[in-house]
């Protein structure tokens, strides 16, 4: 949800000097890959092999999935295109990062009672379509998006190229199943400090502020009702920066800002901490402009006691 900047009493937080990756025992065994930064909720963030499938009227087409998922390739053709599968060996692993992403204390209380991991083909082949689009134009103007500053810690760092990171985005649970099943939808967002786009940040307490107790509905997807009861819910969303254009003020765009080449635009807009909203930002934020640039993977499910 975009940011209408909520009043916290927090100040801003200084840079961590604490290595960026949290303990081994939150990542996965299966690991194959070495993290620039932060946890891995996955086994790897490589793909298995392509698989070819043949939709109606006899074309063919490619897209791989991630090696971890339980969804096979052709599953993804029928019904709704989508499967939602409990990870509770993951609910250890996002209580940690959650805490430890939490420097206004708002979050002293957490449970985190259930995670689910999204498999939803369609909006991971136009995420991976939008990732192919984006080092084409790198490519084309001969282009390599620096690093983000200051780095994103402890989230997971998945490509170099395109400053591919986990995020966590708060919502509320009737728009939690939307988005998982039909994706973001930027036309839709009222426009926050930094423009009609889809706002994610690197803190859970940032996220936790637009996070709402669901309804106690028995037709919900997801867990349980008795595990839904009072729960919030947040998506723990791959995202791809790219670009990011650095902002010092408020910006009122529906797409990023131009760079110097008239129609060339930035991927993304970050509000850095004490620069952005002229000085007075607390929590950074990153904001793109394209539903294709995100990937709602995670859906955790938690409590604050104290705050519901």
Not at 49 to 66: E, H, K
Request: aromatic letters at 10%; proline letters at 8%.
């Amino acid at each position: 949800d975009p940011s209408s900047s909520p009043t916290c009493t927090c100040g801003p937080s200084s840079p961590s000097s604490s290595s960026s990756v949290l303990s081994p025992q939150y990542q996965d065994s299966a690991l194959t890959t070495t993290p620039v930064h932060g946890m891995s909720p996955n086994s790897s963030p490589s793909s298995r092999n392509p698989a070819d499938l043949q939709p109606g009227g006899g074309s063919s087409w490619q897209y791989t999935i991630p090696s971890y998922w339980q969804t096979l390739p052709w599953e993804g053709l029928s019904g709704r295109g989508m499967q939602i599968f409990p990870v509770p060996e993951k609910i250890g692993w996002m209580q940690e990062l959650m805490k430890t992403t939490d420097h206004c204390n708002k979050l002293s209380g957490l449970e985190v009672k259930h995670v689910d991991r999204v498999e939803n083909v369609m909006l991971w082949q136009a995420y991976q379509h939008q990732k192919a689009r984006m080092l084409d134009i790198q490519r084309r103007y001969a282009e390599v998006p620096e690093a983000i500053s200051p780095p994103i810690e402890p989230h997971w760092q998945l490509d170099h190229q395109l400053n591919e990171f986990y995020l966590f985005h708060g919502t509320t649970a009737d728009s939690t199943e939307v988005i998982t099943e039909f994706g973001f939808d930027e036309r839709l967002a009222r426009s926050g400090l930094y423009g009609g786009g889809i706002y994610f940040a690197e803190k859970a307490c940032k996220a936790f502020q637009y996070t709402s107790a669901p309804k106690d509905d028995p037709s919900r997807m997801g867990p349980s009702r008795s595990t839904l009861d009072n729960c919030r819910c947040l998506l723990y969303c791959r995202v791809l920066l790219g670009h990011g254009w650095y902002t010092h003020a408020n910006y009122s765009g529906h797409r990023p800002p131009e760079k110097a080449r008239k129609g060339r635009l930035y991927d993304s807009v970050i509000a850095n901490t004490a620069v952005a909203n002229k000085g007075q930002q607390i929590h950074r934020e990153f904001v793109v402009y394209d539903r294709d640039q995100v990937y709602p993977e995670f859906v955790v499910y938690f409590t604050v006691k104290g705050r519901d």
